[in-house]
């Protein structure tokens, strides 16, 4: 059974480099079965922003306003793939979501998702 | 960027009766090549993830009740919970895949009546 778990720091101060981590179980994030990785946005209250993806051969596409930030890679030896946000503001704060993109497509919808992980921008 | 603007933001509903929620795109998200819309819904109940509901606007994903249904085609799209019960009390969100980025429609909100 497929199952994303993500993580980080809980808290960051303005200004510094957010990494999160996305922990994948039951596939191999770069194996023979081609599937796409993403992560996915959320600030409190508020809906959801696609943030980018990632492919099995390490391939990546962000979403145009917040590419200049942000680099999304993976570590195939601990099946992980990662979140790295240059330049942190109070408007990033969010629950950050892991997920898997639809086997099938580089664009589609999302149909594993991790619990999320909450962090706050704050100094 | 294509826009997805959903509505109402938020609707009440007697426990099994019908919710209706649309979905509306700035731009066709229809594929003439593959017959496709490029659409897709999620439901996500308080302090949860998203789930998938329907993809390719109207094609339900494994284990999803029969009483979700999605309808519509080109930038028109309809989320149909056709007798509420207690456990749908969610925000769903619509989401185009046609073209990156990627977005989401701002959620409607849906509420026992």
Redesign the interface.
């Known amino acids: 059974q497929l199952q994303l778990q993500a993580s980080g720091p809980g808290l960051v101060k303005p200004s510094e480099t957010l990494t999160l981590a996305c922990t994948v179980s039951g596939a191999s994030i770069s194996g023979s079965d081609y599937y796409y990785w993403a992560w996915i946005r959320q600030p409190p209250g508020k809906g959801l922003e696609w943030i980018g993806s990632i492919s099995y051969s390490g391939s990546t596409y962000y979403t145009s306003s917040l590419k200049s930030r942000v680099t999304i890679f993976d570590d195939a030896s601990k099946n992980q793939f990662y979140l790295r946000f240059k330049y942190v503001t109070a408007a990033d704060t969010a629950v950050y979501f892991c997920a898997r993109v639809k086997p099938g497509l580089k664009e589609n919808a999302f149909d594993v998702w991790g619990q999320g992980t909450m962090v706050a921008v704050s100094s | 960027?294509i826009v997805m603007t959903q509505s109402p933001d938020s609707l009440a509903v007697s426990l099994g009766e019908r919710a209706t929620i649309n979905c509306k795109s700035s731009q066709n998200v229809f594929y003439h090549s593959n017959n496709k819309n490029?659409l897709?819904w999620?439901q996500q109940k308080a302090g949860?993830?998203?789930?998938?509901l329907i993809?390719w606007a109207s094609t339900r994903?494994s284990g999803v009740p029969d009483r979700f249904s999605g309808s519509g085609s080109g930038t028109d799209f309809t989320l149909t919970i056709s007798s509420l019960q207690a456990e749908d009390v969610a925000v769903y969100?619509c989401?185009q895949?046609?073209?990156?980025?990627?977005?989401?429609?701002?959620?409607t909100k849906v509420e026992i009546k």
């Open positions: 960027d490029y897709a999620y949860q993830p998203p789930k998938l993809y994903e969100y989401q895949y046609y073209t990156s980025p990627l977005t989401f429609g701002g959620g």
